[in-house]
């Protein structure tokens, strides 16, 4: 194959790859028993043209091996058990052991005090949503801050 063939080849990889899908892992660790918010959210996240893979209930080092396995670009972790900060800080650990934290875009929600809003960013999550955020948000920010 000559030039022309390696550069329409290299130009239909590129193509493929902005045509891409952003791939969503909605995961719940632990067992807390809510789902309806994750729900909400992963129909609203599909709803916008993302491929949204849904977890479930999870222990961390399943959702950490489900976001590298599944190639994710966002992983959304719907909380309402208080425990936050150690499931969130657990499973940034294992992705920056695992050499993938760079490469997620990490969310978390659910009952969540706005308090504790700043510090989940400072142990590395992109953003907190609270109740009665708007999904339609949720999917701009993805958007906006996924690296393409």
Sequence with gaps: MGHLGTTLSHLSEVLNL???KIRVLMSK?????????????????RDAGMELIFGGFQNVNQIVEAAIQEDV????L??????????????????????VFDNILILVGGVIPAVDFPKLKEIGVANVYGPGSMTNDIAEFIKAHVKK
């Design 73 to 76: 670009d966002v992983l959304g």
């Design 78 to 99: 719907s909380i309402h058990s208080g425990a936050h900060f150690a499931y969130t800080k657990q499973i940034i650990d294992l992705l920056k052991e695992r050499g």
């Design 29 to 45: 660790p632990g067992i807390d028993g809510h789902w309806r918010g994750g729900i909400v959210v992963s129909r609203a996240l």
């Design 18 to 20: 902005s045509d891409r």
